[in-house]
């Protein structure tokens, strides 16, 4: 892929809720069609279904609408669907019922006795300390109602006030109350973008079908399948509004939107009767994408190999100094250490590069030309200063030592480089620098996959 951006320097990287207007404004459409995506093994091309061309290009042989690209460049437009009623998001639930409870529905008052942040040195999550019961009247000081009880049912799937369901639109006008000034002391988003008006459509680069051979399409991936099913429910419910149907029956598609939605988030966390969660299981969902050992973040992200890296088990051995590690000897031989020739290492570069088994790999000259000796002659060249070598890695170097899950800095650490002899094939270090990375030497030995930088 080409990139015409300028590099930039990252300073800091922050997590924050979509709200309505930025899903709009990503939109490159909107999704209203339900049409099945997929017929007789081929792409219906429809627009303003789940594969809109606006979204990315729907084969191999079309081109984005949004962009011009073809796939493989194309990284894909999001969409949206306009939701009937306002949905929960599931995993938003709890900073909502929070925020209920901190202001009175009567007239707006906040309600939490103090905001003062954690102190304590253990992690404290920040909403959980100042919305704990404690620090919450229950009876309104300015216009002295009693503070009224929330949750979340899972049989109603909705937000309960004294065991009564509380409307979201309820919810909305109750949330809007909530003073600006005081969300910007805590620094955190408003809880009224985590209730969903309009859902986020994900392009189909991150939901491609399941083909067979070339352009023959076998099946729809498993969110594109959920994505329909919201999208059914909620037209039904648009339907039934329209047609002023009787109350229960509207309730009955509000709580499958309710559910379809949940589903498709996280399929997993409680969805509610027994009957919606057998429609959960269904297919996979987005949370499921991501999670566990085999999601995209510890499957595909953490742990891969990359240059000036290697991996292998540790061991123990009492002879290393603390600030050592043990390096086998032909992880060595393949790492290089690119050194530049000054006054100072001139003649002990020069030694090594004449040497008949030289550590040296590669010659860099100040023009930047790179040569391999194992091609090159070296005794044809004159180190000077100026010059670049790379060499094997040597005792003394320092290097990063790494043992996952990075927890913590004490879980990358520098060391000193200490080559083992040939017939070690494991990182050894000190047992007292065991703790830090949690290496489990319970009978001194152990194997656990370590990354060196
Ligand atoms: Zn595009
Ligand atoms: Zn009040």
Redesign the pocket.
Known sequence: MELNYEPKSLKKVTFDVWTKAEILAESVCEVTSSKRTVENGAFTNVENSLRDPRM??VDRLSV?A????KTGE????FGHITLTRAVYHIHFLRPVVQWLRAICHNCGEVLLKSIDFPTTKKRVHLMSHIMKTTNVHTKCPKCGIKAPKYAWSKEKQEIVRNNKVYNVTDVQEHLELIPASLLKLLNVVHPIHMILEVLPVPPPTVRPAILMGGTLVRGEDDLTYRLLQILRINQKLKRMIDEARPQHVVKTTRTALQIAISAYIDHKKGVGSSKSKEFSKEYTSLSQRLKSKEGRVRGNLMGKRCDFTARTVITGDDTLKMTEVGIPAKIAEILTVPVRVTDYNKAILTTQLREAKSPIQYLTNPNGDRYDLKFANKFSFELDVGWTVERHLQDGDIVLFNRQPTLHRGSLMAHTAKIAHPSQLTFTMNLSCTPPYNADCKFCFYSFPVFFF
């Open positions: 990315g290009p984005c949004t962009c011009g690209k194309c990284n894909g437009h």
